[in-house]
């Protein structure tokens, strides 16, 4: 047999589905259909899941907090969220835990109505926010500080709800600015509005949306929940390593066709901050429950290591795995 030919069966038996025997049926929770998914999306798409002999079905649930409940309740296996639902509910008592951490700060900007030329102005106007407590909340807020500006002093935070109705707020302008990223920004500026901040300039360390799952589930099905996790990284090593699938299985799950919106999408997403090694940290877990604090008490004393175990993420990274995936 040539040497091209065996190179041919290798791959042909890297891409095989598992045998319906030792394939294992998982179903994934995610809350919003946008970039912030995306590694799940490239991950069950180029068949990195099959290739860990898993079944996976991916299931959309409208919001954090439906997703978790979702968890707690057995009717999914894992989600991929933003921390604060979950570290919410845990501290409620659910027995949830992080095992990876996509992306290590806030990723959206501040977008907001043609007069606004600079933070000052924004004295005396609205911001639109999904809700009280969430992640956009959260990160306006540090914006707002940052800049001098008391939150609902100086500037009014009107519940809006998702991203899509700010953009209807904001052309309505019934706001005058509000935190969005793709593709909800790309809509924003084709209505005339600007980006006035880039909240990763903050420099703030914060896990943004992670990968849960609980942990008793964990600990019945170890092997399960590790081979998970193989499949994720090679999802991430894949929408980085090839931006062309990428955005295709983007424009599958977003139905965008316009390229430059995708290509945003994939810039903002995974060129600009997306994890090779998805390893969550004390500070990104603290900045979720100081944003909890003020509306949480058992936030306020609660330990970042409670929420999150590195030690699959620190075992596919010490062995070399998650190296080999970019080689």
């Known amino acids: 047999m040539t040497l091209r030919n065996v190179s041919v069966v290798f791959i042909l038996l890297l891409l095989s589905p598992a045998s ?3 394939s294992q049926n998982l179903k994934v929770g995610y809350p919003s259909i946008g970039g912030a998914q995306t590694p799940l999306f490239v991950a069950k798409e180029s068949g990195a899941f099959r290739r860990q002999g898993l079944n996976v079905e991916t299931i959309f649930i409208a919001g954090g907090n439906r997703v978790v409940q979702a968890m707690i309740a057995g009717d999914i296996q894992f989600g991929q969220v933003s921390q604060a639902p979950a570290i919410s509910a845990s501290l409620a008592g659910a027995d949830l835990v992080f095992i990876a951490n996509l992306y290590p700060t806030l990723v959206y900007s501040l977008w907001v109505a043609p007069e606004i030329k600079q933070p000052a102005d924004l004295k005396g106007k609205k911001l639109g926010i999904t809700s009280f407590g969430s992640v956009i909340d959260f990160g306006t ?3 707002l500080k940052k800049f001098n500006l008391i939150p609902d002093k100086d500037v ?3 519940q809006v709800g998702g991203q899509n109705n700010a953009v209807a707020a904001l052309a ?3 706001i005058q600015g509000c935190l969005l990223n793709p593709p909800a920004s790309i809509e924003a500026k084709k209505l005339g509005a600007q980006e006035l901040f880039d909240l990763r300039e903050l420099g703030v360390d914060y896990a943004f949306v992670g990968v849960a799952v609980s942990r008793a589930y964990w600990n019945r099905n170890p092997d399960v929940v590790e081979r998970f996790t193989k499949a994720y990284v090679e999802g ?3 929408a980085k390593r090839d931006p062309g699938l990428t955005t295709r299985v983007l424009g599958k799950y977003t139905k965008a066709t316009d390229q430059k919106e995708l290509a945003e999408t994939y810039r ?4 600009n901050t997306l994890l090779d090694k998805p390893y969550t940290t ?3 877990i603290q900045a979720n429950l100081d944003g909890l604090g003020p509306k949480l008490k058992a936030a306020q004393n609660a330990k970042p290591q409670t929420f ?3 030690r699959i993420i620190d075992k596919l990274d010490k062995s070399g795995y998650i190296r080999s995936l970019y080689q």
């Open 308 to 310: 999150y175990d590195n």
């Open 172 to 174: 309505a302008k019934a």
């Open 268 to 271: 903002v997403f995974v060129t």
């Open 282 to 284: 004390d500070q990104g």
């Open 141 to 143: 807020q540090l914006f």
């Open 236 to 238: 991430i090593s894949i």
């Open 156 to 158: 009014a935070l009107i």
């Open 20 to 22: 319906p025997v030792d």
